[in-house]
């Protein structure tokens, strides 16, 4: 395959080439077909825009790399949101940015360990599930979707999953 200089290549090229397999690529790693469609317009913008004018030799490696830095990047995010969450979950106090002292967000962290440990004696369907939901920003319908189950199936295992860090916390 001849060299492929970003700068060159037509978008109707970059969509052809690369839309089905990054789907793909996102739909195996996020369960949502919303997202992983918004992944992968995300890449061909951070394709678009590279400031690469010189000629690449595996331009799929390239668009990979892309698509892997952006879950990546999500992850982060995932993570930071996660551990707002399960301060809410816990029914701590969630302050100002001002107020994310070095303690402060050690004990988050701790925090979130020991709600994920309490959510093992929970059942593991029933901790992925209220992961997705409450960590990962997935709606109850996509969770469904995602386990091939019901919404109010979904919906069971999250009331579960509530109750037990409810009762485990002393509440």
């Given at each position: 395959m001849p060299p492929l200089a970003v700068s060159n290549l037509p978008s109707e090229g970059i969509d052809e080439r690369f839309?089905?397999?990054?789907?793909?690529?996102?739909?195996?790693?996020?369960?949502?077909?919303?997202?992983?469609e918004d992944l992968t317009q995300q890449v061909f913008l951070r394709l678009l825009g590279a400031k690469r004018p010189d000629a690449l030799t595996d331009p799929a490696a390239f668009v990979f790399r892309i698509a892997a830095n952006l879950l990546r990047d999500r992850h982060r995010v995932s993570q930071r949101r996660g551990e707002h969450i399960a301060l809410e979950v816990l029914g701590a106090e969630?302050?100002?940015?001002?107020?994310?002292?070095?303690?402060?967000?050690?004990?988050?962290?701790?925090?979130?360990?020991?709600?994920?440990?309490?959510?093992?004696?929970?059942?593991?369907?029933?901790?992925?599930?209220?992961?997705?939901?409450?960590?990962?920003?997935?709606?109850q319908r996509e969770v469904a979707d995602w386990f091939g189950c019901s919404q109010r199936n979904v919906e069971k295992h999250i009331l579960k999953a509530t109750v037990h860090l409810m009762m485990r916390n002393g509440r």
């Open positions: 839309r089905g397999p990054l789907m793909s690529f996102f739909l195996r790693r996020v369960g949502s077909r919303a997202e992983a969630t302050g100002s940015v001002d107020d994310l002292t070095p303690e402060r967000i050690l004990l988050a962290q701790d925090a979130v360990r020991d709600a994920l440990a309490r959510l093992d004696g929970a059942g593991a369907r029933t901790k992925e599930i209220f992961l997705l939901w409450r960590v990962s920003g997935m709606t």
